[in-house]
């Protein structure tokens, strides 16, 4: 069943003062979905995050919320008056306020009468499985349970739209990881539609419908994560999502949607023709490790290669293995630990490949990046 559109960002530019940061974004999320807004420092996400909720203004283009212009061109809907909840890596919680009166403020702020805020906390806070602290203080607590006061907060006033930035940044692997599931849960048994910033592709993928791949202000690619990992449209996405060997070539032929690429020692290549220009331009092929198929396995590849080991790097429950391919020396094949060739040595060389499925052809990297 799909859901309706709730937010719909068209043509938007926004920045500080004169400076664009973001340009020309085409972006929308339906009723329900989390989707998250994935780049590194500087790309454009966290200012797309504030124009959301009202504290940067649109230079061009407009935002709507549920079908309303919350934004456009001189024009913005001051903050309190949109129904969004915000988190932040801060948590940014009333250090002087217990647990109770933290989520309250929101309420009170907007008028509720006195029994309908005790209603709504006692509800948000058994939500988020924190009836026993009402009474303490934000310093009493750990920073897991901050964070789900933060998170609670956000949810207590029912808003249409949480925006979440960074809000798992300043905890722990492990309790990050816990968070990332709880939010999720969370957000699956309440229904609440998400925008989601985040540095952490692992983060990304593990929460999102869908993720929106910033680069320099601009969109990358916006795609569920499965189709963003197997099915990146660019370098760029092949690069900052996952693991990815890059072999530089040059269109050699095209044949539709497949095409043959020349390596730089004459080496061939058959690909998937995802992003190419004209025979005989550059091109840069993209291979998951994990994709890749060694010794016996490799017999039935179209691409067939021999590399060189370089070295065994184990990670618990698998391996990944360094090897020199052609004229390259960091090609890194993925390796399930029980499916490793434990007779395998380094300086063996070794048969190795994979299908055209798994190889896509796409543009140019300019080795500098």
Do not use: W
């Given at each position: 069943m799909s859901h309706p559109l709730l937010l719909n960002l068209r043509n938007l530019a926004c920045g500080y003062q004169?400076?664009?940061?973001?340009?020309?974004?085409?972006?929308?999320?339906?009723?329900?979905?989390?989707?998250?807004?994935?780049?590194?420092?500087?790309?454009?996400?966290?200012?797309?995050?504030?124009?959301?909720?009202?504290?940067?203004?649109?230079?061009?283009?407009?935002?709507?919320?549920?079908?309303?212009?919350?934004?456009?061109?001189?024009?913005?809907?001051?903050?309190?008056?949109?129904?969004?909840?915000?988190?932040?890596?801060d948590y940014a919680l009333f250090p002087h306020m217990t647990v109770a009166e933290n989520l309250a403020f929101p309420l009170t702020v907007r008028g509720l009468n006195k029994s309908d805020v005790s209603d709504r906390v006692k509800r948000v806070l058994s939500m988020v499985q924190l009836d026993t602290f009402a009474q303490r203080y934000p310093a009493q607590l750990s920073g897991g349970q901050q964070q789900r006061v933060a998170l609670a907060r956000a949810l207590v006033f029912e808003p249409q739209l949480v925006l979440m930035d960074e809000p798992l940044g300043a905890l722990d692997k492990q309790l990050r990881e816990h968070m990332q599931m709880e939010i999720k849960h969370l957000h699956q048994r309440?229904?609440?539609?998400?925008?989601?910033?985040?540095?952490?592709?692992?983060?990304?993928?593990?929460?999102?419908?869908?993720?929106?791949?910033?680069?320099?202000?601009?969109?990358?690619?916006?795609?569920?994560?499965?189709t963003l990992y197997e099915e990146p449209k660019n370098t760029f996405v092949a690069n900052f999502i996952g693991e990815n060997n890059r072999l530089n070539g040059r269109l050699h032929s095209q044949t539709g949607d497949r095409c043959v690429v020349e390596l730089g020692r004459g080496e061939k290549v058959e690909a998937l023709a995802v992003n190419v220009g004209k025979t005989g331009e550059p091109v840069t092929l993209s291979i998951r490790p994990e994709r890749v198929s060694l010794n016996g396995s490799s017999e039935s590849c179209v691409n067939r290669f021999s590399g060189r080991v370089a070295e065994f790097i184990y990670l618990g429950d698998h391996v990944r293995v360094r090897l020199e391919v052609c004229g390259k020396t960091d090609f890194f094949v993925k390796q399930p630990i029980a499916e490793l060739d434990p007779g395998l040595a380094v300086g063996d060389v070794v048969p190795l490949g994979w299908q055209v499925e798994h190889v896509r052809a796409l543009d140019p990297l300019l080795e500098a990046h």
């Open positions: 004169d400076q664009r940061v973001v340009q020309n974004l085409n972006l929308h999320l339906n009723a329900g979905d989390i989707g998250c807004l994935l780049g590194s420092s500087g790309c454009g996400k966290t200012t797309t995050l504030r124009a959301i909720a009202g504290f940067e203004p649109v230079h061009e283009g407009e935002i709507q919320l549920a079908g309303e212009t919350i934004s456009r061109a001189g024009f913005t809907l001051a903050p309190e008056k949109r129904r969004i909840g915000m988190v932040f890596q309440l229904g609440v539609t998400v925008v989601y910033v985040t540095h952490d592709q692992g983060e990304a993928l593990t929460m999102s419908d869908r993720v929106a791949v910033f680069h320099q202000g601009e969109i990358q690619q916006i795609a569920p994560p499965r």
